[in-house]
């Protein structure tokens, strides 16, 4: 693996990672996959919207830790791409099928394959989760958006579906603003220079096309209707002030996913970007603790 800057940041450690001088972060290549090398079991974490690989490298160094591989794509035409517009957007079905690709390819390296994403990262976590069934050893679901109703979405986001089937779809943009999903001061107030200045930082792009939102509404639909056949074990970590999505999306999950196994963790110190926030070491925590006791249960005496 080529140690990028990217890479580096890797090889720090969670606590350390917001507290980072923003020469270490500033010229991310935020199109680069990563992976972690580590045991025989792996798992597979899928970034949120027109975002990178970037927002999960705390929980994926510390997965890293307690011995797994970790791998986080790219997905083109879903994650961050330099100079891509809103017709750069793929279907969602695409997404699905690259990220199915992914899975199944380290399926065939290693012994498990658990699966986890980020807000529509895991919504696409749990469309493909659908369709391989018992083959996903675990899932890990944060910030998972099923909705977009927190507390910080503007008031007219319901006319995005007139943007939708009018011309407007292929100019307009939604600009990110405070609090960039952060409840922890000094990393917003390195994000916001961040995006004042750039297209992206280290949580996302500083924008989002309404292609791209109509794609990852039609996932959700289609992932309400999937989500009873999903029969790996699941645990739902979701911030109680989440200002993209509200706790409702974490509810639902809980409630309507066919898995027999299933933990539901509500963090009471971030807001949307829980792999990065105050609340980072416990969601890596967690998702550790949910990983084994999944692994010890399938481990014949």
Known sequence: MQMTKLHRLAEQDADGFARMPAPLVTNLDLMSPITLAGGEHA????????????????????????????????????????????????????????????????????KTVALGGLCIGGTLSLSIAAELGDDVAALTLLSTTLWYDGWAMPWYRCFRYLGYVWPIRYWYTYKEREPFGLKNEQLRRWVAREMAHKDASMVGASRLNLPAIQEAERMIAAVKKSMSRITAPAIVIHAVEDEVASPRSAYYIAQHIGSRKVESVMLHNSYHMITVDNDREQVASDTIRFFENVRAQHTPV
């Open 43 to 110: 798992v597979l974490l899928i970034h949120g919207l027109q975002s990178s690989p970037a927002e999960l490298l705390p929980l994926a160094k510390r997965l890293q830790q307690a011995g797994y591989t970790v791998h986080l794509p790219h997905i083109p035409g879903y994650g961050f791409e330099h100079g891509d517009t809103p017709r750069s957007v793929t279907h969602w079905q695409d997404w699905h099928a690259k990220a199915l690709d992914e899975f199944r390819t380290l399926k065939r390296q290693y």
